[in-house]
């Protein structure tokens, strides 16, 4: 699985729009970009996923660049409900032999 | 209520102990994952069952196994306890890989090792 850098942690102020960045330069071409996020010591929750082209749900938006090599998630409207670790990761769509690894992430903050 | 079922939710045990934790997948969903994670610590994977069949391992310790029933259900067996185990431990479920709804994950259950 290829490997991906974000920044350790971000603030963000309520109600603005959370941009959070991911580098993934050696991903390859049947790799997806998933996104999950873990708020405190719950288990890590799926946001949203892609392959090039850009996708939104009532979650996030994801933009991924046109080599691939990197993308950014964006929290329209950022709430303290969103104060998480997001981690990006990237993973095969299918196939019975995927495991998720997740790195570090970015803690982001957001603040009223 | 995410659909991943674990059990017990917290657990405390004495050093030297075994204990295991289950963990009952989404319906539908053939994949079983678990991860570790300790006290400000990422989350670890330490092995995944798909159908019943072992498909993967991580970081896991010699002194943990685990395994995936014909009803799907998991079960993560510890054993020889040692304080450096106390960790929320998280199970996941999917269909197959990511999918188009990745991983859905339990709410762990949290082992204190004393």
């Known amino acids: 699985d290829a490997k991906t850098t974000q920044p350790p942690s971000m603030d963000c102020a309520e109600g603005r729009a959370a941009n959070l960045p991911c580098n993934h330069s050696t991903i390859s071409g049947n790799e997806y970009v998933y996104w999950y996020r873990q708020i405190h010591s719950q288990g890590p929750q799926y946001i949203i996923h892609g392959l090039k082209n850009n996708e939104t749900n009532e979650m996030a938006s994801l933009i991924i660049t046109e080599d691939r090599k990197s993308s950014t998630l964006i929290l329209p409207h950022a709430t303290l409900r969103d104060t998480a670790v997001y981690y990006c990761?990237?993973?095969?769509?299918?196939?019975?032999?995927?495991?998720?690894?997740f790195g570090a992430g970015t803690r982001l903050a957001v603040h009223p | 209520d995410s659909g991943v079922t674990q059990t017990p939710k917290h657990l405390i045990t004495a050093t030297g102990q075994r204990v295991t934790l289950r963990c009952s997948p989404r319906s539908g969903d053939l994949s079983v994952y678990w991860y570790q994670q300790s006290l400000d610590q990422g989350l670890q994977f330490l092995i995944q069952y798909y159908n019943g069949e072992e498909r993967a391992k991580g970081n896991i310790l010699e002194r943990f196994s685990a395994q995936q029933f014909p009803d799907l259900h998991s079960e993560l067996n510890l054993s020889s306890l040692e304080l450096g185990d106390s960790a929320l431990y998280f199970c996941a479920s999917s269909v197959e890989g990511q999918g188009s709804y990745g991983y859905t994950f339990g709410s762990g259950t949290r082992l204190t090792v004393v």
């Open positions: 990761i990237v993973s095969m769509f299918s196939g019975g032999y995927n495991k998720l690894i």
